[in-house]
């Protein structure tokens, strides 16, 4: 119809198609000249003594691989954490026994086949890679979740029950520790870090998950929960500072190498706290609010891998430099807390999956559990780890005034070690510490102690949380809500 009919964008399109094709048709004939002429046969010495390059894999296919592996481990970290809340535990039991399913004690030993499709060995140092990524990032949420000017009035009785709740089990876990240094030590360490090591591994708690559980038993906001909260934090920097010690220890070729990697240790922690969290507050004051959003998250992903490849440097952990930058991050700026909050959730959804699956790639609970031995000094240090915290908590407790169910209360509160204590396994895994028998049977430990927490709060009833709806700390007390973020 006339007004309708669309301009061709050749006005001789059927001219222009003999044109195309009549060069095309010389180009042909050119080629094929040449090809009668010899011209583009392979010359006849060309390929004698010389081999075709071997074929590989090209680049595309490595990080396929990678990205389905990344994809299972987190679908089954996501089935397995949703099963767990069903039965009323913390998502992250289920994803440690998603590790743990991942590895050599399931599928590892039932359908390899299965186990090689899922996790190549291509991909292996990859993954390894992201795991490590994942725990520095997984140690800055922890440090960001620490808030000292939260303590309120009672500042020194909370420091001296927090100390007791750690050098019970820490002592009982030295002596234990003694006659199972042949069992479970690693093959070139001495007996003096292995033994400070297992009392450091016993007298943790999970801060993170102490958080959840709190939050999904209705403990948040009570004395109960809050004296909880903080005794675990303030605990936890203890256990921390016990096992820079360690570190130092195993890693120095003698006392003035330890003492100098203390001493370095000691100065990043007090420049990073002194100079460096003013002159990042100042920064973020000035500029946060200006900087597009990728620059702050480089920015706060170089702090965090920044400072744990220092503190990796000067012969302690990569996990203390997550955590002192979470500890040095200007939280008070909204557009930073934002973007330690995005990091925090990608973290949690992706690499720390990735964490746990590298967990189980280490644990063979069929092979720790076939040696009598190993498995004795597994029943062992569980029994200690429990009676360790209890008895380092409820007379804590009751002395301070709390009813006898609430002292009971934070006992089991604090025996709950979960995501924490693996962190500080695989530390002393990779430094040679401890074997892999020990550190299967301390992750089932951490396991099992932390299953625990949930079903012993609702043992003691009720009256726990109905016992604190009215008696809460005093205003500017530790919340434990934001904690959840790190590991819920």
């Known amino acids: 119809m006339p007004g309708t009919t669309e301009k061709s964008l050749l006005p001789r399109p059927g001219r222009s198609v003999m044109v195309a094709a009549g060069l095309v048709a010389g180009a042909i004939a050119l080629l094929g000249i040449a090809y009668a002429a010899g011209w583009l046969t392979p010359e006849a010495g060309a390929s004698a003594g010389s081999a ?27 089935l397995c954490g949703r099963l767990a809340r069903l039965i009323g535990q913390p998502p992250v039991v289920g994803e ?68 007791a709740i750690m050098a019970v089990p820490f002592a009982l876990g030295v002596i234990a520790a003694l006659p199972l240094y042949s069992a479970l030590a690693g093959p070139s360490v001495d007996r003096l870090p292995f033994v400070i090591f297992i009392g450091t591994a016993l007298s943790i708690t999970a801060f993170p998950v102490l958080a959840r559980i709190v939050q999904d038993c209705g403990l948040q906001g009570t004395r109960l929960g809050s004296l909880a909260m903080l005794c675990a934090a303030a605990a936890d920097v203890l256990a921390w500072c016990a096992l820079a010690i360690v570190m130092a220890m195993i890693r120095s070729a003698g006392p003035g190498d330890a003492l100098l990697s203390l001493g370095l240790t000691i100065l990043v922690g007090g420049s990073c706290l002194v100079v460096l969290k003013p002159l990042l507050r100042r920064f973020a004051d000035r500029y946060a609010a200006a900087l597009p959003t990728p620059i702050l998250v480089l920015l706060v992903l170089g702090l965090i891998l920044g400072l744990a490849a220092a503190t990796d440097l000067i012969g302690v952990h990569a996990i203390f430099g997550g955590f002192l930058a979470g500890l040095v991050l200007p939280k008070g700026s909204v557009p930073v807390a934002q973007v330690a909050e995005q990091i925090g959730g990608l973290n949690r959804a992706l690499l720390v999956p990735v964490f746990f699956a590298s967990i189980g790639l280490q644990t063979d609970v069929i092979a720790a559990v076939s040696q009598p031995a190993v498995l004795a000094a597994g029943g062992l240090l569980l029994a200690v780890a429990i009676i360790g915290k209890f008895a380092g908590a ?23 070690r979960g995501i924490t204590e693996i962190v500080v396994l695989s530390a002393g895994l990779s430094v040679g510490i401890i074997n892999h028998s020990a550190f299967t049977v301390m992750v089932m430990m951490a396991l099992v102690t932390t299953m625990m927490a949930a079903p012993l709060l609702r043992l003691l009833g009720p009256s726990l949380r109905d016992q604190g709806a009215t008696d809460r700390l005093p205003t500017g007390a530790y919340a434990s809500g934001d904690a959840t973020r790190a590991i819920s």
């Open 394 to 416: 409820v007379p804590v407790a009751k002395a301070g005034g709390l009813p006898a169910r609430s002292a009971a209360g934070l006992g089991v509160l604090m025996n709950a």
């Open 52 to 78: 075709p390059p071997e074929a590989g894999l090209s680049a595309a296919q490595p990080m396929w691989r990678l990205l389905l592996a990344i994809a299972v481990v987190c679908a089954l970290a996501t």
């Open 96 to 163: 440690i026994i998603a590790g743990l399913v991942l590895g050599p004690s399931v599928i590892g030993s039932l359908a390899p086949w299965l186990f090689d499709a899922i996790l190549p060995k291509e991909v292996m140092p990859d993954l390894g890679l992201l795991a490590q990524a994942g725990l520095a990032v997984f140690m800055f949420t922890v440090g960001t979740d620490f808030g000292h000017d939260r303590i309120g009035r009672d500042r020194g009785a909370i420091a001296a029950a927090s100390l």
